[in-house]
């Protein structure tokens, strides 16, 4: 049975700790199961992203949509921010690697900024519970000193969208993610 760690530090991230089963042949491991998030919805889309060393993709955070993210391989090092109002672990930052040394996936609610960095070349997949929406993709300044983020890379290679990203304190009050109540 796979283990189930809700995170301490950032409220509603989850953290699952798979169990691989192995022979001769290989291995297997069950990196999704939907019954694990209680409070999530139904996922509905998969994609994967292959970054090379040094990549830093974030931070990006939603209104409405959930994350599960496991990375196949390599290592990424991986910045959580809970930007929620009314959340009790609002402004906390987690910082968890996630890859070949440390296989687990990662349940990022929605409101909760996340990005990482490519420790090595690696491939991420990972899961959404809607569909694309270009106005539900927003981001907040991947250095901004009020988050504190630790990335691992001393000189990442950052995209033109995520170097043009808003410090926290600057997100329009609209933009603001808030706790949603569970039903």
Do not use: C
């Amino acid at each position: 049975m796979s283990q189930i760690n809700p995170s301490s530090t950032i409220a509603d991230v989850i953290v699952i700790e798979p169990i691989a089963f192995g022979d001769d042949r290989g291995k297997f491991t069950e990196t999704y199961r939907r019954s694990w998030f209680p409070i999530g919805r139904e996922m509905v889309q998969g994609s994967r992203s292959d970054k090379i060393a040094d990549s830093l993709v974030g931070l990006h955070y939603h209104l409405h949509q959930a994350d599960y993210w496991y990375v196949v391989t390599g290592r990424a090092k991986v910045v959580l921010h809970d930007l929620r109002v009314g959340s009790p672990t609002n402004g906390a930052t987690l910082n968890i690697e996630l890859g070949e040394e440390n296989p687990v996936g990662l349940y990022i609610p929605p409101g909760v900024a996340h990005g990482f960095a490519a420790i090595s070349d690696m491939v991420l997949t990972y899961l959404v519970d809607s569909y694309y929406n270009p106005s539900d993709e927003l981001g907040v300044a991947y250095d901004d000193p009020e988050i504190a983020a630790d990335w691992g890379v001393s000189e990442p290679v950052v995209s033109e969208r995520d170097r043009k990203n808003p410090l926290r304190a600057a997100i329009p009050e609209h933009l603001r993610p808030r706790v949603t109540l569970r039903t």
